[in-house]
């Protein structure tokens, strides 16, 4: 029996066909054939769909070997291939922006200025002119831009590097621009172009003769001032001018000359009045430079004076110092160095201040021509003052940074000394204060 014919028969025909008396094994047998009879179906369908998609490809395979020896046997004929445009766009996206040149150099203007990055649809066809009058257009949509009207600059169009156009390139032969002709030479898939303006140089003249105008209108306005009985005179004259074009009689011209001269010097006068304070701002400035070079010199003089550090292994002694900016520093110094290396040491660190004194925690100031070893494993403080610290007290020549004269300023503002006793004597005086 088949597939279909058990799925077909009946119970009792099971029984007694297959002696399957149990109701169990009729199903598990109808089970099974139902789902060989699906799979068979569904092969069978599979082979179908199979030769059907063959056939098809079969037929566009024929297809196209027909349109191929048909277009050989035309070429063939008439010997001329028919050509197929697939893109039938008029029109192209442009990037388009804008350059201007200012004192010689040729600078980007940002969107926040006008300028920035457009992208139009621009005709194939459309040539330099066109591009530029789309283009101003765009950033010039009020007739005016941050660098004047449009009659006051000139125009131009510029590739993708930054190249003048004026005819492209096509063959042997250079035709006009258009946006097609420029796609076709470069080869671009983004197409980017540039607005270039700058300034007429008539502009720059007009202008210049403008404010040459206006400042001889100033000076005429001027002389009018310093004799406007003259000026009054000129007007009632009825020939100012004469057949040889010069302007009045030669005393008027004499008069007008002496006007002329006479505002010349009170103008100077008033100038010369003026100069001592631009001496004295000039001065103050020479000045300033003149000791900026000073702390300059002081300070790579000490840096040079200053002895190589020894190492930790080698004798030596350990000066601590309290800096007014640096905080509390610490350096190693030879057996045989002199103080005086402790102030190339902290002179050579900061340029101000530029004179100092160092001085121990008592109020006792340490003398550049004493030995290191009085202040070895020691702070010290460093206090500023107008004058250089003398180098000895005994002596008048001394290093440059130091002076000739021993004079101790006060420092009680600086070295925290006998605050303890300060503070009771400014108690016992309020205590006194209280009870007057």
Known sequence: ??????????????????????????????????RRSNLDNTTDREEESKEARKRRLLQELEKKRKAKVQSKESVAHTGKRAVTYKNTKVTRKVDLAWLHKINGN????????????RVVDIPKSATKADVIEMAKNLFFNDGKCIFGRLEQLRFDLLTFNKELISTIPLGDKDVPFTVQAYIDNFKLSKIRLYLYTEVKEDEDEDSDDLLESDSDQD???????????HLQSRTKEPDI????????????????????EKAYEESLAADQAKSPVNVIVVNENEH????????????????????????????????????????VLAHMFSLDDCAYSIYDWIGSLTDSPQHFELCTYSGQCMSP??????????MLVMVPSMDPVAFSPNETVSLKGFGSRWEIDPISDYVPCNIM??????????????ES
Not at 369 to 378: H, L
């Open 106 to 117: 040729m600078k980007l203007v940002r969107q926040k200025d006008g300028g920035g990055t």
């Open 288 to 327: 300033h430079q003149q000791k900026n070079k000073e702390v300059f010199d002081l300070r790579k003089t000490r840096n040079e004076r200053l002895p190589k550090e020894p190492c930790a292994s080698e004798p030596h002694y350990i000066v601590s110092v309290r800096h007014l900016s640096l905080g």
């Open 369 to 378: 021509s004493d030995n290191i070893k009085s202040v070895d494993k020691c």
């Open 241 to 260: 001018l004469h057949e040889d074009n010069l302007i009045g009689s030669s005393r008027q011209r004499q008069e007008l000359k002496e006007c002329i």
């Open 219 to 229: 000076n005429f306005e001027d002389i009018s001032m310093y004799d406007d009985a």
């Open 1 to 34: 029996m088949t597939y279909g014919a058990i799925l077909n028969a009946s119970d009792d025909q099971l029984k007694k066909d297959l002696n399957l008396s149990k109701l169990g094994e009729r199903l598990l047998l109808r089970a099974f054939c139902k």
């Open 421 to 434: 006793q300060e503070d009771d004597e400014e108690k016992h005086d309020n205590d006194l204060n209280d």
